[in-house]
């Protein structure tokens, strides 16, 4: 029996959820989230299966500061010592094409974590707030790192690689990456076992960030996300695809520099942009009331989905089922709705009561659907504690043959 917390760090909160692993079986023991870190009325909530949601007003200076109160909030109510804790796992931003699984952390794995960082300098410095924290708060605590770009790793050089000189890849390492691997990665195995087997899937994580995944027999062999998590589908706040030249123009036209254009495509664009809300629900709202804004928001939105997933229909060459995950993806059936009328030449069929009524996992689809239709939770966490988990055994069965 192994207690495992895993940290998901952002650029001002820090999600954490701790399990309890034992062989096949883990189960979340709590969770929670810190959140304004180094704004005024930081706040950390803590919820468990036996307790209801609580949360708490104080001041989170650093990421630090507001894991080392996490880790109080967890001795109060599920923890008789810190020694408890056999790992924390940590989700990552970038593995560059280090890494293509999780990974206990070493010095030689913390120095590629911190050179991958560069590649992805507006997101990347966040994610390793938690780690650089966890090693000061917990320096004997095993901690294991999982990658965002890691299962986007078995994409073929034709998925990934950019038209430009070819030193730009081979020098600088500027290629497509992805990201939402740990998501894509357990909806796939999500659908294979509620399908049964494995086959050519599709996977829809629509959340604030947006992005669609090919898999082919378990494998991502193309995805949305590029170099960034700016690009591909229209995201909360995010631009998606863009010509190439619009940002050049930009800072030639408007006298705006490189950063002030990078705060517009990444936080000021998106369905932000469009509509002037970046939350979907507020969208459908304004959207029902007749808000042409809205209309177009979701006009664009749903364009945008049935283009990425028909070119991976192409790519895949078929499809047997299509899935939708995160928070758009799990709670819109409107968008859902949508976009399975757009692909109905594909052969899908989706049952209406079923699409509305969705609650959890849940296949949406008729019988008669060529295509299986489904609804997936996103489960990020546990995808991690496994990997943990599995990483923990496994340097146990090292220790022991030596």
Known sequence: MKKILVLNSGSSSVK??????????????????????????????????NEPKQSKTMEFPTHEAAIKELLQVLLRHNLKSLDELSAVGHRMGHGGEYFDKSVIID???REKIYDAVSLIPLHGPALVHGLEAVTHLLPNVTQVATFDTAYHQTMPKEAFLYALPIEQYEKYRIRKYGFHGTSHAYIAQ?????????????SCHLGSGASITAIDNGKSVDTTMGFTPMVGMIMGTRCGDLDAYVPLHIMKTQNKTADEVNMMLNKESGLLGLSGFSDMREIE??????DERAKTAIQVYVHQ???????????LGGVDALAFTAGV???????????CQKLSYLGIEVDDKANHTCCGEKIISSENSKVKVLVIPANEELMIAKDTYALLCDQNVIKQAV
């Open 305 to 315: 989905l049935i283009k990425h997933i028909g070119s991976f229909v192409a790519v």
């Open 16 to 49: 954490y959820q701790l399990f309890e692993a034992d062989g096949d079986n883990i189960t979340v023991l709590a969770k929670g989230m810190a959140e304004r870190i180094g704004l005024p009325d930081s706040v950390i909530s803590y919820m468990s299966a």
């Open 285 to 290: 709202q304004h959207y029902i009331a007749g």
């Open 329 to 339: 993806g799990e709670n819109s059936s409107f968008i859902r709705k949508l976009v």
């Open 107 to 109: 010095d030689n794995v």
């Open 190 to 202: 999500q659908i294979e076992k509620i399908l049964g087997h494995k086959g050519k899937f599709i």
